[in-house]
């Protein structure tokens, strides 16, 4: 079973390996083993990886794309969901969306190193979940002094505040106003944007209405 599952791997990577004009290197690995600690044990091998996914990662590894994130963020790793049937095109521009939680400048640092070779351009946009949050002004403050090193990237003040309810209105206005080619939305487990945005169900409409990373 492992060597017909290999060759089905290795048929797949090799069609889609051969659409690229450039050559790129492949490792694959199989392997009978609990998910969580294979998977936990590939990522801790390499230095500042990289895991990309579709909306729907293989039934026989993971329950669903929920599962496999929550893996993930065990892990302080960053994860690309790629909407199914899109062709590759270079991101131009980057939406950076989170909440007004206090933000470590370290993993803000790390998160700008990421972005920077990928786009040319980065929006940014700061959520708050209530209509009258008392600390929001404060908050905002904070957001903007923490994105002050990385002014010459950005293409907007960070004033801009949205407001997230259950239907995501907020996330799918940010989208019609800015027409990123990315969007990115920094994990904090402290946060209930962060959860309301990687649940499921949640990101699939997303990906589903939008169709990009």
């Given amino acids: 079973e492992k060597e017909i599952t290999r060759a089905k791997i290795d048929k797949l990577l090799s069609r889609e390996g051969s659409r690229l004009n450039y050559p790129l290197r492949i490792n694959s690995f199989l392997d009978i083993a609990d998910p969580d600690s294979a998977i936990t044990e590939k990522i801790r ?14 039934q026989s590894m993971v329950n669903g794309l929920e599962d496999l994130l929550a893996i993930m963020q065990n892990q302080s790793v960053r994860v690309l969901i790629v909407p199914a049937g899109k062709k590759f095109v270079k991101p131009v521009k980057c939406c950076l969306v989170t909440d007004l939680v206090p933000v470590e400048n370290p993993k803000l640092e790390k998160l700008f190193q990421w972005i920077d070779p990928l786009v040319e351009k980065i929006y940014t946009s700061a ?3 209530t209509e009258s949050n008392p600390y929001q002004k404060e908050q905002l403050e904070e957001w903007k002094q923490a994105l002050l090193p990385y002014k010459e990237k950005l293409h907007s003040d960070a004033s801009e505040v ?6 995501g209105i907020a996330i799918e206005s940010i989208c019609r106003h ?4 990315m969007v990115v939305f920094p994990f904090n487990g402290e946060s209930s944007f962060s959860r309301y945005v990687l649940a499921d169900i949640n990101l699939r409409k997303f990906l589903d209405r939008f169709g990009i990373p």
């Avoid at 091998?45 to 293989?58: K, Q, S």
């Fill in 127 to 129: 959520v708050t979940t």
């Fill in 45 to 58: 091998a390499h230095n500042n990886p990289l895991v990309i996914t579709g909306m729907h990662p293989a």
């Fill in 178 to 181: 800015k027409s990123p080619d």
């Fill in 162 to 167: 949205v407001r997230i309810d259950e239907s």
